[in-house]
């Protein structure tokens, strides 16, 4: 039977713990599209699941070859989102870590860092040149839709704000990475 979930998240550590959780529950992932999880009734915790970042998109030969690596080692890559790939290996394989060293998973944290910060900055600077351009046009030709302009510049800063904040787990948890490198070295 097909079991389907909407649901989102802005962590991606919460999503694999919640993957896992239903997992344990006799569901595993078959799909993943915006916001939707399509599951499959299988035995309780026949999987464990993990999300990973690429540095490129799954179709770009990099990508390919390190997901075929992966599936060389038993992990199955059961979806894509973007640059996201959702993975996952048989439970009783044993313990899936895609990270084993300090330096890779500071790695991994930066991309989704670097991520974050994308969208940060296209939010403010679609908002402010939303402001800029709404202004320009209630100056210079009183049009009402100049206010549109500067309410939706003013909702663009404002979503900026809170992608900031929302990523600001990411930013903790690489400087205690770095820290944790440095104490061991």
């Known amino acids: 039977m097909i079991h389907v979930v909407r649901k989102m998240f802005w962590d991606f550590e919460k ?24 599951f499959i009734e299988t035995p309780k915790n026949e999987y464990t699941y993990r999300i990973e970042l690429l540095d490129n998109v799954p179709t770009h030969p990099e990508s390919i070859a390190y997901i ?42 930066k991309r989704i860092n670097t991520l974050w910060n994308s969208v940060i900055w296209l939010e403010f600077i679609l908002g402010l040149a939303n402001i800029l351009i709404g202004l320009t046009n209630y100056f210079t030709s009183s049009s009402s839709i100049s206010l549109v302009n500067v309410i939706l510049g003013g909702l663009l800063i404002l979503l900026g704000l809170v992608f900031l904040r929302a990523g600001a787990p990411i930013r903790k948890k690489i400087k205690k990475l770095q820290q944790e490198n440095l104490i061991r070295e």
Request: hydrophobic share 35%.
């Open 68 to 109: 075929r690596f992966l599936e060389e080692n038993g992990v199955e890559c059961v979806s894509s989102f973007g640059r996201w790939i959702y993975l996952r290996k048989k439970s009783s394989e044993g313990a899936f870590d895609i990270y084993t060293d300090l330096e890779s998973k500071i790695k991994h944290f």
């Open 15 to 38: 999503e694999e713990q919640w993957l896992n959780e239903i997992s344990a529950k006799g569901l595993a992932l078959t799909n993943y599209t915006w916001c939707k999880y399509v």
